[in-house]
C-alpha cells in the first residue's frame, strides 16, 4: 500500500494508473484463499473486494484473518472505514422476551430475484420496478417468523425476529445479489440478474438501524443527519456471466469519473444513476 501510494502521487504524468503491485501480491501468494484468483478468467468483483479488505486488514491490524459475521473487530484502517455491526432481534410471542446477536460485517448483500418474483406478482407486472430502498426494506424493515428455544419459557415457542444495523460503517458497500447458480441435474447452473435498480445520490439510512425503533422525536433530525450517505462509486459487469467485464464509477469532488480498462473519461450524473449496478460505495456524510 505505501509504495502504492507513493507511485500514483510520484506520477508526473495523468495518463492514469494500475495498481499492478496489489494484482500481482494476489497472484504470488501462497494462501489457498487466492489460489481461484491465479487465472485468466474472470473474477468476481465482490469476492475481490472481501479478499483485498481481509488481507489488508491481516497486514495492518492484529494479524488474524477476520470473521466476518463475529462480533469481534480491530482498530485498523480497515475496520474503522470499511466494517460495522448488524443486530438480530428474536421476540418470544409468548412471554414477549427478546434475545440480541451482533455480528461485524463488511458489506450489505441484497437479494433480488425472490423480491422480483414477490413485486411481480403483486403488481401482475413481468418485470417490476426496483429500487435501492425496495431491497433494504426486504432485509432490515420486515418481520419474520421463526420457532426458536425460549430460555424464559424453557421450550420451543413461535418468535418473530427481525435484521437492524447496530453501528453504520464510514463506507457503505452493499452488493446487488445479480448472480444466481441454481442446481441442475449434474452442476450448478449459473445466470446473471439484468433487472435494473434505482438508487441515489444521497441515501438515509436511518430507517435501518436499532436507533429508530427507540428514537425520540427529538433527536429525529440530529439521528437522520448522522445517518446520510453520498454515493462515491459504483461498479457495473457488463456483458454475459462468463465473457463479460467490470467497469466502475467513482466521484471525485462535484465530478464523476467513468474507469473502463485503462480507459478513464467523464461521466454525466444521469449516467452513474442509470447503470446497472453491482457494487455501490457510499460515504458517510461527516467525512464526505
Not at 468483483?45 to 491481516?58: G, P, T, V
Not at 485503462?262 to 449496478?277: D, K, M, N, Y
Request: aromatic residues 10%; charged residues 25%.
Amino acid at each position: 500500500m505505501d509504495d502504492m501510494f507513493q507511485d500514483f502521487y510520484a506520477l508526473e504524468n495523468t495518463n492514469g494508473y494500475t495498481a499492478a503491485n496489489i494484482l500481482s501480491g494476489f497472484w504470488i501468494s501462497e494462501k489457498k484463499a487466492f489460489e481461484n484468483l491465479v487465472t485468466t478468467k474472470e473474477q468476481d468483483a465482490h469476492e475481490f473486494f472481501q479478499f483485498l479488505a481481509e488481507e489488508l486488514h491481516e497486514r495492518n491490524g492484529d494479524g488474524k484473518r477476520p470473521e466476518i459475521g463475529s462480533e469481534h473487530s480491530c482498530n485498523c484502517i480497515i475496520h474503522q472505514t470499511f466494517y460495522g455491526k448488524m443486530q438480530t432481534t428474536t421476540t418470544c410471542q409468548n412471554c414477549k422476551g427478546t434475545t440480541n446477536t451482533v455480528q461485524s460485517f463488511l458489506d450489505l448483500s441484497l437479494g433480488l430475484d425472490t423480491l422480483m418474483q414477490r413485486r411481480a406478482k403483486k403488481t401482475g407486472q413481468k418485470v417490476p420496478a426496483l429500487t435501492l430502498n425496495d431491497c433494504l426494506d426486504e432485509e432490515y424493515v420486515k418481520f419474520d417468523k421463526c420457532e426458536y428455544r425460549c430460555h424464559g419459557c424453557s421450550s420451543p415457542q413461535q418468535a418473530k425476529r427481525y435484521t437492524s444495523i447496530k453501528r453504520l460503517p464510514n463506507v457503505l458497500s452493499i452488493q446487488l445479489k445479480r448472480f444466481e447458480y441454481k442446481q441442475g441435474r449434474h452442476d450448478r447452473a449459473a445466470s446473471k440478474i439484468d433487472h435494473g435498480v434505482q438508487f441515489p445520490l444521497q441515501l438515509n439510512m436511518l430507517p435501518y438501524t436499532n436507533r429508530v425503533r427507540n428514537r425520540d422525536n427529538r433527536e429525529s433530525l440530529e439521528l437522520e443527519r448522522s445517518c446520510m450517505y453520498d454515493l462515491l462509486s459504483v461498479v457495473v459487469h457488463v456483458g454475459e456471466i462468463e465473457t463479460g467485464h467490470y467497469v466502475s464509477y467513482c466521484r471525485v469532488a462535484d465530478q464523476w469519473f467513468k474507469f473502463n480498462d485503462h480507459r478513464v473519461e467523464l461521466a454525466t450524473i444521469s449516467e452513474v444513476l442509470g447503470a446497472q449496478a453491482y457494487l455501490l460505495f457510499y460515504i458517510i456524510r461527516s467525512l464526505a
